[in-house]
C-alpha cells in the first residue's frame, strides 16, 4: 500500500532563510508526487509535480523539489523564505494502478511559520 | 467566478440530520473529486466522477454517503443520519483532463471547501 509520511507538522523559519520540509513516500513503482499548498481560508494550490521526467521539479513562488528514489524522499525547499509563504504544505502521491492520477493519497501536512 | 465554488461555506448539524454539500467546479472540467479533511489531518479521498459518471465511491466511509453528478457539472455530496465522526472540511477538487490520461497531470483545482460540524 501506498502512503505518505511528512516530518514535522510545524516547521518555523526565519524570513529570509532557508525552507526545507520533509516528505517520504512509499510506494511499489515509480510513483507521481506532488506537493500542495494551503493558504488560510482557501483551497489547496498545487505548487509542484513529479511525472518521471526531470528529477528536480521546479514549482511556483520559487520552490523547488527533488525526487530521490534511493531515498524514496520528495522533500520541498525554497533559498529564502518570504512571510507570505505562511501556510500548511500537503505532500500527495497518486494511487498506482488505480487508473486515477487525480487520486491522492496526502500526508498530514506541515504548517510553515515564517518569522520576521 | 473561475474557480471551483463550494457551498455551504459552514455547515452546523445535529447529529441524525441530513445535510447536503454543492460544489460548483470550474466550467468545462471533466473530473470531479470529493475528499473529506479531518481536523490536523490531510485530505482522504472519497469519490470521482468522470462527467456524470461515479467511476469510484472507494472512499465513501459508509452507505450514508452518497455523491451525484447528475448533468456532469454541479455535483452533490450527501450524508444521511450525520454522526459526529462526519465533522471534518469536504473538499471538491476538479480537473480538465479526464483521470489516468497519458501523464494525467494530476493537478486539482479545489475549492474552498464546506466545514461541516456536527453536535
Known amino acids: 500500500a501506498q502512503s505518505v509520511t511528512q516530518l514535522g507538522s510545524h516547521v518555523s523559519v526565519s524570513e529570509g532563510a532557508l525552507v526545507l520540509l520533509r516528505c517520504n513516500y512509499s510506494?511499489?513503482?515509480?510513483?507521481?508526487l506532488f506537493w500542495y499548498v494551503q493558504y488560510p481560508n482557501q483551497g489547496l494550490q498545487l505548487l509542484l509535480k513529479y511525472t518521471s521526467a526531470a528529477t528536480l521539479v521546479k514549482g511556483i513562488n520559487g520552490f523547488e523539489a527533488e525526487f530521490k528514489k534511493s531515498e524514496t524522499s520528495f522533500h520541498l525547499t525554497k533559498p529564502s523564505a518570504h512571510m507570505s509563504d505562511a501556510a500548511e504544505y500537503f505532500c500527495a502521491v497518486s494511487v498506482v494502478g488505480s487508473g486515477n492520477t487525480g487520486k491522492l493519497i496526502f500526508g498530514q501536512g506541515t504548517t510553515l511559520q515564517v518569522k520576521p | 467566478g473561475a474557480g471551483v465554488s463550494q457551498s455551504p461555506r459552514y455547515k452546523v448539524a445535529k447529529r441524525g440530520q441530513d445535510v447536503a454539500l454543492r460544489c460548483d467546479p470550474i466550467s468545462g472540467h471533466v473530473s470531479l473529486f470529493w475528499y473529506q479533511q479531518a481536523l490536523g489531518q490531510g485530505p482522504e479521498f472519497l469519490t470521482y466522477?468522470?462527467?456524470?459518471?461515479?467511476?469510484?465511491k472507494s472512499g465513501l466511509p459508509s452507505d450514508r454517503f452518497f455523491a451525484e453528478r447528475p448533468e456532469g457539472s454541479v455535483s452533490t455530496l450527501k450524508i444521511q443520519r450525520t454522526q459526529q465522526e462526519d465533522s471534518a472540511v469536504y473538499l471538491c477538487a476538479s480537473s480538465p483532463r479526464v483521470a489516468g490520461g497519458v501523464r494525467g497531470t494530476g493537478e486539482l483545482f479545489f475549492g474552498e471547501g464546506s466545514r461541516l460540524t456536527v453536535l
Open positions: 510506494s511499489s513503482v515509480p510513483p507521481y
Open positions: 466522477f468522470q462527467n456524470e459518471a461515479q467511476l469510484d
